[in-house]
């Protein structure tokens, strides 16, 4: 069962750290178009469906195939 989740741009953090954004675009360059899959046992609660909920997202805007 894949995850459903909203767009999310990495530009948004911007204000808050600046220039990095920048560099995670850079490094992301070479890994555009890879396919990267999160499995986990639970699509809600817990740490782990909590963080990916915000990082397969930005994964995505960074040019990563990114699928939970």
């Not at 911007?14 to 555009?32: N, P, S, T």
């Not at 990082?55 to 805007?61: A, D, E, G, N, T």
Request: proline content about 3%; cysteine-free.
């Amino acid at each position: 069962m894949r995850v459903k989740l909203p767009e999310r741009d990495v530009e948004v953090y911007r204000g808050i750290v600046g220039e990095y954004v920048d560099v995670l675009k850079e490094e992301a360059k070479d890994l555009k178009g890879l396919k990267v899959i999160h499995v986990n046992s639970t699509s809600y609660g817990g740490g782990v469906a909590e963080l990916l909920k915000g990082l397969v997202p930005l994964m995505r805007s960074l040019g990563l195939k990114a699928e939970w």
